[in-house]
């Protein structure tokens, strides 16, 4: 039966302002450029690193975690560039340089352009909730993927 769309490729340094700023560090995911991506918004999925090797920190390679992810501008700050970035629920991990994979399941809102940085944390704090409720219901996806 196939399976969830899903983003691959590197993980790069964004802005520098997702875990700094607003306590949502995010694995921003470099993908090719001719892929199809799932339209700008908010999503419930699943992450894992693909690549061997150990990770430092509470995430282990080549198994899946639950993840909220953007796709998007960052219209709030005015950004240019459109980014997959994924913020791993309850975990804390250096991930720079490892090859990530996003599995999609689920919308949760649409990308918006936020007054303050107070209503964008408030939304993203809402899009967690979301994203653990929407996971409960979904089987982790099979790890022969890879
Ligand atoms: N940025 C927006 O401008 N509007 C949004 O609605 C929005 N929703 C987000 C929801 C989630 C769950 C996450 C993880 C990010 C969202 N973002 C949104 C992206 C943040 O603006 C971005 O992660 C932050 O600016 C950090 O960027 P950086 O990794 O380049 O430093």
Same mark, same amino acid.
């Given at each position: 039966l196939g399976h969830l769309p899903r983003v691959e490729g590197e993980v790069v340094h964004g +802005?520098? *302002? $997702? $875990? *700094?700023?607003? $306590?949502?560090?995010? +694995?921003n995911i470099s993908f090719a450029s001719d892929i199809a991506l799932p339209a700008d918004g908010v999503y419930a999925g699943w992450f894992a690193i693909v690549d061997e090797g150990p990770v430092e920190g509470t995430i282990e390679p080549q198994k899946w975690y639950p993840t909220a992810v953007s796709v998007g501008t960052n219209p709030t700050f005015d950004g240019a560039v459109r980014t997959v970035e994924a913020f791993v629920l309850d975990e804390d991990a250096d991930l720079y340089h490892r090859y990530a994979v996003v599995e999609f399941v689920d919308r949760v809102r649409g990308m918006e352009k936020f007054d303050s940085v107070d209503d964008l944390l408030e939304h993203m704090h809402r899009d967690v909730a979301k994203t653990r409720e929407i996971l409960e219901d979904s089987a982790v996806p099979p790890t022969e993927l890879w």
């Open positions: +802005a520098g *302002r $997702g $875990g *700094r700023q607003l $306590g949502f560090p995010t +694995a």
